[in-house]
């Protein structure tokens, strides 16, 4: 069974710039969730999508957008990129019981 | 306060040691429970779920649950060098897929051959 994809791998823009991130679920799973983890912070939860719909989002601004398209794959977009959004960027999906799988990630970096 | 708090180390054993990772939580919604293992510059891989209070085992892997403290520890035996990553707590509400999880900061271990 193919795992969570994520592309692209890594990933540079300059400040102001925009960045756009995509992610494949594990087939079958309807969930998509975006974290961003920057260095000494942790995971931090970013948006959540299920069946095409943003069910929740975390405590980012509304630069950070995203949607989830009819096969369940996802696109991150941050517009106006600034240098503390350079981060490790994971893409999970989830089963039922909530286990989530995550992918390999996108690193950004923003100069 | 943070819903879940975790110490991010890091912290350093002999190889053969066994390894005692714990998190504290405040939210007594929390039903559900989740150790990660997260290797440097990779994405976090699933290593126990559990959804009650005990023990649960898996190899030289216990994850252990106490909701009456708000206390969960994952204990590793005869740690190995390849043990060395950071290891996220996490934990949701409810099932579903409808419920957000949230994840403690991580703790980084080093195995020490």
């Known amino acids: 069974e193919a795992g969570v994809t994520q592309s692209p791998t890594h990933l540079i823009k300059t400040r102001g710039q925009q960045a756009t991130l995509r992610c494949s679920p594990i087939?079958?799973?309807?969930?998509v969730y975006w974290y961003q983890q920057a260095l000494g912070l942790g995971l931090q939860f970013l948006l959540w999508?299920?069946?095409?719909?943003?069910?929740n989002r975390g405590n980012f601004p509304p630069r950070f957008s995203g949607r989830q398209f009819p096969n369940y794959s996802s696109e991150l977009n941050v517009n106006a990129l600034e240098l503390e959004d350079s981060a490790l960027y994971l893409c999970?999906?989830?089963?039922?019981?909530?286990?989530?799988?995550f992918g390999p990630g996108t690193r950004l970096t923003v100069l | 306060q943070k819903e879940v708090e975790q110490d991010p180390g890091p912290l350093s054993v002999p190889e053969g040691a066994i390894v005692s990772l714990n998190c504290t939580y405040s939210?007594?919604?929390?039903?559900?429970f989740m150790w990660y293992r997260q290797y440097s510059r990779k994405g976090p891989e699933l290593l126990m779920y559990?959804?009650?209070?005990g023990n649960k085992e898996d190899g030289r892997f216990t994850a252990q649950v106490d909701k009456s403290s708000k206390y969960i520890s994952l204990f590793i035996r005869d740690s190995q060098p390849s043990d060395s990553a950071t290891y996220l707590c996490?934990?949701?509400?409810?099932?579903?897929?409808?419920?957000?999880?949230?994840f403690g900061i991580g703790t980084k271990l080093q195995v020490i051959p």
């Open positions: 999970a999906s989830n089963n039922h019981r909530d286990e989530q799988f």
């Open positions: 559990t959804y009650s209070s």
């Open positions: 996490a934990m949701s509400e409810g099932s579903g897929g409808y419920q957000k999880v949230t």
């Open positions: 999508y299920d069946e095409g719909e943003e069910r």
């Open positions: 939210n007594s919604a929390f039903q559900y």
């Open positions: 087939s079958g799973h309807t969930s």
